[in-house]
């Protein structure tokens, strides 16, 4: 667990008062942290797994979690509110916050530590020691688990006792097997399981749980199963073969049932094995419990943030393919010139010994990555609106769109529809013999005629001409009006580094270059140039003033320098929640700088990424980094101008006449 949660990694004084905002605040430590590397990315994941089914729990917890391909170690943040925040749970708002994020293809190690973590979180003691610690580093241990604590008795002693009792009395115990899962595996899953145990020993009754999660997958014997008296489900994804269950009484139920309502499910249990109700079990049932009640509010959302989670959702899944795809391309261009787009296929034409072979090698697979980026971009719109059973229609879309030259436009467009289409598809009740094959074959069936007929026939060709006049007004951008466009994506670019604004700007620079002209290119100079000024800034800030900054945040400064040149925006952020009303202006003044003298030097780039690493590739290279050069230094010169007279306040009124460290004049944020 030490690798998972530390005290920077702890807020006790939590001031976000929405979800949304809570797992903002904790996902920025994250990012400060190095364990997250794309803060929206990374958001659009949570914000998908929340859409799913809200992760409010009774007694005031909220667990956002999910697996993310912009997690690079499996992380715990935790957050306490005083005011509470409403995660969803029935009983009300949550004041203990917990944000987990695990990477895509995270270790069983890890996830075993983090199903520990969910079974405490149903201890009253361990939640009442969360909410009474004052110290991060403390309460870090806590979560560690490094305080001592009187461990419960192992379950299975317990099921002895309780069989040894009922035998004694007479009569054996009522047994029960169950299954617990949820769609990411590492939370809700182990925390129904505890609960379903816990509820068990309370009722005399032996409950033994299969949990069907992240951290493994250890089926039930045989003979548990054929010696139980019933069994519960409590799941939101597919339990695995269903068949060994056949003929016993089932309550099937969402895995939140499990957790809120043990001992209701179990009564329920014992009703149905009273009554002899044998479900009718099969491999074709659906993947969804039928009796949970705790739906997911994600319809409740406002239709803004919604809308902004889909398309953020489909963005982070394309940006590996154009940072690959661009960058091949761009290596190419260096190698073999410009020209080398034209060259003949490497698959009937190529010369081990040439170099020109070579890079149109690389331009070929760039070209092969970059292919993919718009049905990427649809399909994984399509995903976040409606899940797996929207890829399909939502890929099909996306290449459609390519096919009538309707571009990225198209691709946001197909991704809605694909989304859309499945959604009005999944609410229209259907045979039980039916759910099975619904979101293999049904469904992806369906919705990919109608968005095919939508995009071939309807909407395709229109907004094909839009994206030509797009590209025309691009193309014809010159003096003033190429100037605003480049203040325009400087102050987006700073504004929330790496964020909804930020992304968008991003994503508008990467679309030109699936079809690269003169004026796609200059704006994606623009974007990557101003999006480097807040970390060098920072970076180049902490240098000069270090008085004005904390230990943390000139150690922070120091990486700075690193990632703007790399182009992560990300890393001015821990300066920015630290102290917002005075780096976020100073920030978009640099980057508002930069990107119109980007844009009036006729800088142009081919890269999608790489900062500095990709200079050669840039048209105008030393006008480009004097545009860098020049947008840094006003937002290193306001940011220290506004905090050097924050500063002079208080020694003016004489509350700076202590002798302490640099640090302890300085923590007050704005």
Not at 140 to 152: D, T, V, Y
Not at 248 to 261: C, F, S, T
Not at 396 to 417: D, K, M
Not at 455 to 478: C, E, H, R, Y
Request: charged share 20%.
């Amino acid at each position: 667990m030490s690798e998972l949660i530390t005290a920077e990694l702890v807020d006790l004084d939590l001031s976000a008062t929405t979800k949304d905002a809570a797992a903002r605040s904790l996902a920025e430590r994250m990012v400060a942290a190095h364990r997250v590397t794309d803060l929206d990315g990374f958001l659009a994941d949570v914000a998908a797994r929340e859409a799913q089914m809200p992760t409010g729990l009774d007694g005031g917890i909220g667990i956002p979690h999910c697996r993310s391909e912009h997690v690079n170690a499996p992380t715990l943040a935790f957050g306490r509110s005083a005011a509470g925040i409403d995660f969803g749970a029935a009983d009300g708002p949550a004041d203990l916050i917990f944000l987990i994020a695990a990477p895509a293809g995270a270790d069983d190690d890890h996830l075993t530590i983090l199903s520990g973590l969910a079974r405490r979180l149903m201890d009253p003691e361990f939640t009442a020691a969360l909410r009474a610690g004052s110290d991060p580093a403390a309460v870090a241990a806590l979560i560690r688990g490094e305080e001592p604590a009187e461990e419960p008795a192992p379950e299975e002693e317990a099921e002895d006792t309780e069989s040894e009792t009922a035998e004694a009395a007479g009569s054996a115990p009522f047994r029960i097997v169950a299954v617990t899962s949820c769609p990411t595996g590492i939370a809700h899953t182990y925390m129904a399981a505890e609960s379903l145990a816990a509820a068990g020993r309370a009722e005399g009754v032996e409950v033994t749980v299969e949990t069907q999660g992240s951290a493994g997958f250890k089926k039930l014997d045989a003979g548990v199963i054929a010696a139980a008296d019933a069994v519960i489900w409590a799941h939101d994804v597919e339990v695995r073969e269903k068949a060994r269950f056949r003929g016993k009484p089932l309550v099937d139920v969402g895995v939140k049932a499990g957790i809120n309502r043990p001992a209701e499910l179990i009564a329920e249990a014992r009703r149905k094995a009273e009554r002899g109700e044998i479900a009718a079990v099969s491999e074709a049932d659906g993947d969804k419990g039928s009796g949970d009640g705790d739906g997911s509010g994600a319809d409740h959302a406002h239709f803004g943030v919604r809308l902004r989670t889909y398309l953020m959702s489909g963005v982070s899944y394309m940006v590996p393919f154009v940072a690959a795809g661009g960058l091949l391309i761009a290596l190419s261009f260096a190698i073999g010139g410009y020209e080398i787009a034209s060259a003949k296929s490497v698959a009937d034409h190529f010369v081990w010994g040439e170099a020109d072979s070579w890079a149109a090698l690389l331009n070929q697979i760039g070209s092969a990555a970059f292919a993919f980026l718009v049905p990427v971009l649809a399909g994984y719109i399509a995903y976040g609106m409606a899940d797996r059973p929207a890829l399909v229609p939502g890929f099909v879309g996306g290449s459609i769109a390519l096919t009538v030259n309707a571009g990225f436009l198209g691709g946001l467009v197909a991704g809605l529809l694909a989304g859309a289409v499945v959604m009005a598809i999944q609410r229209v009740p259907v045979h039980a013999t039916l759910r099975g094959i619904m979101p293999v074959l049904v469904i992806p069936l369906i919705a990919s005629a109608v968005v095919g007929f939508l995009m071939f026939i309807v909407v395709g060709k229109p907004i094909a001409s839009l994206q030509n006049a797009l590209t025309d007004w691009l193309n014809g951008l010159s003096g003033s009006n190429a100037v605003i466009l480049g203040v325009v994506l400087g102050l987006m670019m700073c504004f929330d580094m790496g964020g909804p604004l930020n992304k968008v700007a991003y994503a508008f620079a990467v679309g030109g270059l699936a079809d690269p002209t003169d004026g796609s290119l200059k704006v994606m100079a623009a974007v990557m140039a101003a999006g480097m000024v807040p970390p060098l800034a920072m970076a180049l800030a902490t240098t000069v003033r270090k008085k004005l900054f904390t230990k943390t945040e000139r150690e922070n400064g120091r990486a700075a320098w690193v990632l703007g040149a790399s182009f992560i925006t990300e890393g001015a952020i821990p300066f920015a929640a630290a102290d917002p009303l005075r780096v976020i202006p100073s920030v978009m003044a640099g980057g508002a700088v930069t990107g119109a003298l980007s844009m009036a030097f006729g800088a142009t780039l081919r890269a999608p990424h790489g900062g500095v690493f990709v200079v050669p590739l840039i048209g105008e290279p030393f006008l480009y980094l004097l545009a860098i050069a020049a947008g840094t230094l006003v937002a290193t010169a306001l940011v220290v101008l506004l905090k050097g007279a924050r500063r002079a306040a208080p020694d003016a009124a004489g509350e700076a006449g202590a002798t302490g460290s640099d640090d302890s004049r300085v923590t007050v944020a704005a």
